[in-house]
């Protein structure tokens, strides 16, 4: 057995699996007001949430006519939490206190009417999203136009079919828990989204201290360093050579390293086969400056930029100076390969997620400027910390 709702009355039938696998041939007829029930409309309600508990509804009714209101409490309390009031301010003060699910209004009442009521509801915060179903003895329809641009949702001439009336409140109940499941899933994304972003930046944080350190530990290395893109465009350059060119580091990412590096001992044989300037045999052989060029690959073994690392060639004894930079260059290369998986592994996990939260907000425009700034200064790093990376892999390899 099945239970479907009627898309015309919004009553409640109880049909058997026999009849709805003969849906294509036998129409099936809702059993309160005769409508014929389309198919489209059966196959939502199937697959519908759990049937509603009414008593955790609360209904509040507003009648002058007291004969009247008290039949209807004796009717529908036994399906659902009721109260009642006999006027306009009346009701409106229960509306307030008791903030019912769902509010039964009837449109004419001395003094303050049904239209004046619900606009009352509609306009106070507290009482404003209250489903209201007005109950009215005339059949205008203006009258039932004017009470819908009022904010009602559904309009019920007296007398009144007790059956039906309750087969219209449970739809509107069963829309306001979907809602309801709707608005708590909602809830819980977006708390679940603010811990992700919390944990993110918290990583972040610690990748961005992890990174600094990395690089205070290079700027000890004495040779000049150089961390170059593709086109030849600084990325980064430790101490040593922010020295020999008197420049700070924002002035030096983003140029291109031989217009900067006004050295005429630089020489680079992969470099000068792109079209730099090129050493004659002698001048190699007399240079005093030894130049590595380390080009680091992505996953797909791409090239992603060179480094290039810049040594002067000198005879003679090891000085302290050049044996704390020795130390230093040992310290960097152990801490790199003790920590290189856990770096990758956190960088790999931090992107994953951002990537996984952004097709979650694709929808959301709101959240959606919170991530960009978070995904995009992810990249960045990732990009970073796997040039450093790469840099002392192949470093330590040659």
């Not at 029930?37 to 309600?45: A, D, K, L, M, V």
Request: include cysteine; glycine fraction near 4%; aromatic fraction near 4%.
């Amino acid at each position: 057995m099945k239970v479907i709702f009627c898309e015309e009355c919004g009553g409640k039938n109880i049909v058997a699996d026999e009849q709805l696998e003969r849906i294509d041939n036998t129409p099936l007829g809702c059993q309160i007001c005769g409508n014929i029930i389309s198919q489209e409309t059966i196959i939502p309600h199937l697959r519908s949430s759990e049937p509603i508990n009414t008593l955790h509804y609360h209904l509040l009714l507003i009648d002058d006519d007291f004969a009247h209101l008290q039949l209807m409490k004796t009717t529908l309390e036994k399906e659902y939490t009721v109260s009642i009031a006999s006027t306009g301010v009346h009701g409106l003060e229960l509306a307030a206190e008791r903030k019912p699910d769902l509010i039964l209004l009837d449109l004419s009442m001395p003094g303050m009417d049904g239209y004046e009521v619900c606009k009352r509801l509609k306009e106070n915060p507290v009482t404003r999203k209250i489903t209201v179903i007005f109950v009215s003895a005339r059949d205008d329809k203006d009258d039932e136009y004017k009470g819908f641009t009022l904010g009602a949702v559904d309009y019920i001439n007296k007398p009144i079919n007790l059956q039906i009336l309750n087969a219209r409140i449970t739809v509107q109940l069963r829309l306001k828990q979907l809602v309801d499941q709707q608005k708590k899933q909602s809830d819980s994304l977006i708390n679940s989204l603010h811990q992700d972003n919390i944990e993110i930046e918290q990583q972040l944080e610690r990748l961005q201290q992890e990174k600094n350190n990395q690089l205070a530990l290079l700027d000890l290395v004495q040779d000049r360093l150089i961390i170059e893109n593709t086109e030849g465009r600084i990325l980064w350059v430790n101490k040593a050579t922010r020295d020999f060119c008197n420049m700070r580091l924002s002035e030096l990412v983003g140029s291109l390293r031989h217009e900067v590096l006004q050295d005429p001992s630089f020489y680079c044989a992969e470099c000068s086969s792109l079209g730099e300037r090129a050493m004659s045999e002698e001048q190699q052989e007399n240079n005093q400056v030894q130049t590595l060029h380390i080009p680091f690959f992505d996953e797909n073994e791409e090239m992603q930029g060179v480094a290039h690392v810049i040594q002067e060639q000198g005879g003679g004894q090891v000085n302290d100076s050049e044996q704390i930079c020795q130390a230093a260059e040992s310290a960097v290369n152990d801490f790199i390969d003790k920590n290189r998986k856990a770096i990758r592994d956190n960088l790999a996990t931090i992107l994953f997620g951002i990537d996984a939260i952004g097709s979650l907000l694709r929808q959301n425009k709101d959240l959606e400027t919170v991530s960009r700034p978070v995904t995009k200064a992810a990249e960045e790093l990732d990009r970073i910390v796997c040039t450093l990376l790469d840099f002392q892999q192949a470093d330590k390899k040659s």
